[in-house]
């Protein structure tokens, strides 16, 4: 089950930077890409993942309660991965209505105001977080040894890309509320 979850996590990351990078040159206007069908792969995905991670979590909880040694100071980085990855659920649902609304059954973009930029960025926000604290087990899951030169490249071109969107979100926000 792990081992599947890790296969499900790189097609995510892999998925998310591609929507994310497409998302910014259509919100930026540079290009007009729409990635619904992407959105809605991943959006499965992405629930797949979240099912299998809520029955990892389960069974770790179930045997801190029977060895009575849940050691929540040790285990700060379980629940930062947990805490994140709960964020990013929520803000995926608001990231999904701030770009999805139908008109008489046409596609139209609602508003997209204060909130839904804030909403946004913390998406980013709480996904970076999310993938640099299980960047390292990812990379143990597929048997790659040498994680220091390998996370940090796989963190420095997340971070420029993170970057990226938010700039993204930034300057779609400023378009709407300038026209």
């Not at 069974?59 to 040694?69: E, P, Q, Y």
């Not at 299980?134 to 940090?152: D, E, T, Y």
Request: net charge positive.
């Amino acid at each position: 089950m792990r081992k599947l979850n890790s296969i499900l996590t790189a097609v995510i990351l892999i998925m998310f930077v591609i929507h994310g990078f497409l998302g910014a040159l259509t919100m930026t206007d540079i290009a007009m890409v729409i990635t619904k069908h992407m959105a809605r792969v991943m959006v499965v995905l992405v629930a797949i993942h979240t099912v299998i991670s809520c029955i990892l979590t389960a069974r770790a909880i179930k045997t801190w309660k029977v060895t009575r040694a849940p050691y929540f100071k040790e285990n700060t980085l379980f629940w930062a991965r947990r805490i994140s990855g709960l964020a990013v659920m929520i803000l995926i649902v608001f990231h999904m209505f701030s770009f999805m609304s139908t008109t008489s059954g046409t596609f139209t973009l609602p508003f997209f105001g204060g909130f839904q930029l804030a909403a946004n960025i913390l998406l980013v926000v709480s996904i970076a977080v999310h993938v640099i604290t299980n960047v390292k087990p990812m990379l143990i899951s597929f048997g790659i040894r040498s994680l220091k030169p390998r996370a940090g490249d796989i963190l420095f071109v997340l971070s420029v890309l993170l970057v990226l969107f938010i700039i993204g979100f930034i300057i779609y926000y400023v378009r709407w509320n300038t026209i």
